[in-house]
């Protein structure tokens, strides 16, 4: 389950723990996956900018370049 911007608890809906074997890897590992709906990628103290897309997977990643989370929105 992912959460919106206001906390609440919101289904899978971009298919985020299908790739929750990613965590801990480069972000390279990314260039790997198939899918068909978007992708935003967000570096180390990058700000992202807060509109919610409920289908878009949202990678974070940590200071040494390696996926930190994924998320819905």
Known sequence: MAKDP????????????????LIG????????IARDG???VIAYGAR??????PTRL???LDRD????SLTCG
């Not at 992202?48 to 897309?53: E, N, P, Q």
């Not at 370049?65 to 930190?68: D, K, M, Q, Y």
Request: proline content about 8%; charged content about 20%; glycine content about 8%.
């Open 58 to 60: 949202t990678v974070r």
């Open 6 to 21: 206001q906390g609440q608890t919101q289904p899978d809906t971009c298919g985020a723990a299908a790739f929750a074997k």
């Open 38 to 40: 978007p992708l935003r």
């Open 25 to 32: 890897q480069p972000a390279a590992a990314l260039a790997s």
């Open 48 to 53: 992202a900018t807060a509109d919610f897309r």
């Open 65 to 68: 370049g390696r996926i930190a």
